[in-house]
């Protein structure tokens, strides 16, 4: 079984910085893309960005310039960091793991999420 775990998150002023990370843990082999996803009360689960193992990024274009995402391959960890917060990046942010191998069936891709984390900014 694989598990995402997430951490940071939290109550920030506009204007400031905050990071997330989330690892993830199981018999895995490779994960090809990691990355993380926001919902805001009343509205669609949307992608915020993601990476995938060769380290090419994606950003939603509300996002580009402020938020930076790594990854760290070896510990299959991935990272949000998050500057010049603006109180439309309220939301709850999810990680996800996508085209994850595990040991015991090689042949099978699969997705995970993680429980999510609550990221408000006060203006």
């Known amino acids: 079984q694989v598990q995402l775990v997430e951490s940071g998150g939290g109550l920030v002023q506009a204007g400031g910085s905050l990071s997330l990370s989330c690892a993830a843990s199981?018999?895995?082999?490779?994960?090809?893309?990691m990355g993380w996803y926001r919902q805001a009360p009343g509205k669609r689960r949307e992608l915020v960005a993601d990476?995938?193992?060769?380290?090419?990024?994606n950003y939603a274009d509300s996002v580009k310039g402020r938020f930076t995402i790594s990854r760290d391959n070896a510990k299959n960890t991935v990272y949000l960091q998050m500057n010049s917060l603006k109180p439309e990046d309220t939301a709850v942010y999810y990680c996800?793991?996508?085209?994850?191998?595990?040991?015991?069936?090689?042949?099978?891709?699969?997705?995970?999420w993680g429980q999510g984390t609550q990221v408000t900014v006060s203006s």
């Open positions: 996800n793991a996508d085209g994850v191998v595990v040991v015991t069936a090689p042949r099978l891709r699969f997705a995970y």
């Open positions: 199981g018999s895995i082999s490779s994960i090809n893309t």
């Open positions: 990476i995938t193992s060769g380290g090419s990024t």
